[in-house]
């Protein structure tokens, strides 16, 4: 089945730094990626959407200069938290889409951020 | 926005058991999928069923998409099976979208 990886699996890092996330698929290529933010027993909830070589869009209450969407490939998704603050901490996951709407998501792993 | 409510939130099973999950979703999807995430939190692909019915080993899962409803069906639980369970819509309006059902805690205890 397809594989999609994330690195960092966690990172530790002190207040007002920044954090970057690769989310990569590793045997098909992605059309969409999306990233998602995870808070302790609770559902995941969908962040922004990235399309390989156009910019992300972000959900509602999501602020654009504080997550950082870049789809440089179709094998490829980063996601940097800028300025990170002790309240950014959480579990953050990307999954991918092969084609369309009818094919399925595939997820990482997910990275663990705590900020300190 | 569409509502996906999965129930019951919480479940503990004796080892053996069998068990429903069920996620209602209040308005037409594009697909469903359901998912386990295990305690480490990686989401494992159980089941891309947008309608019909779908068999893997133990689990199987059904969704019946004119009334806005999947059911997974865990037979004979192991306490491997522990995790929490989500359920997922796919919309196609404003793009591609996928919605989470808040999941099912299931604890399956030896």
């Known amino acids: 089945g397809a594989v999609v990886s994330q690195h960092p699996s966690r990172v530790i890092c002190k207040s007002g730094t920044s954090v970057k996330i690769e989310c990569r698929s590793l045997?098909?290529?992605?059309?969409?990626m999306f990233w998602y933010r995870q808070f302790p027993k609770k559902s995941l909830m969908l962040m922004a959407t990235s399309n390989e070589g156009s910019k992300a869009t972000y959900e509602q209450g999501v602020e654009k200069d504080k997550f950082l969407i870049n789809h440089a490939s179709l094998t490829l998704s980063t996601l940097t938290v800028t300025s990170a603050h002790p309240e950014d901490s959480s579990f953050y996951i990307c999954s991918a889409r092969d084609m369309g709407l009818a094919d399925p998501e595939y997820f990482g792993p997910g990275t663990r951020l705590l900020v300190l | 926005g569409i509502q996906v409510e999965q129930s019951p939130p919480d479940l503990i099973l004796q080892e053996g058991a069998n068990s429903t999950l069920r996620c209602n979703f209040s308005d037409s999807v594009n697909n469903l999928q359901w998912f386990h995430q295990n305690p480490w939190g990686q989401l494992i692909n159980l089941f891309y069923?947008?309608?019909g019915t779908k068999q893997n080993g133990r689990l199987s899962a059904t969704t019946v998409a004119t009334e806005r409803y999947s059911l997974l069906y865990i037979s004979s639980s192991q306490t491997t099976d522990s995790g929490v369970y989500f359920c997922?819509?796919?919309?196609?309006?404003?793009?591609?979208?996928?919605?989470f059902g808040a999941g099912t805690r299931l604890f399956v205890k030896a």
């Open positions: 069923i947008p309608s």
């Open positions: 045997d098909f290529q992605a059309t969409t």
């Open positions: 997922a819509v796919g919309l196609g309006t404003g793009g591609f979208k996928t919605i």
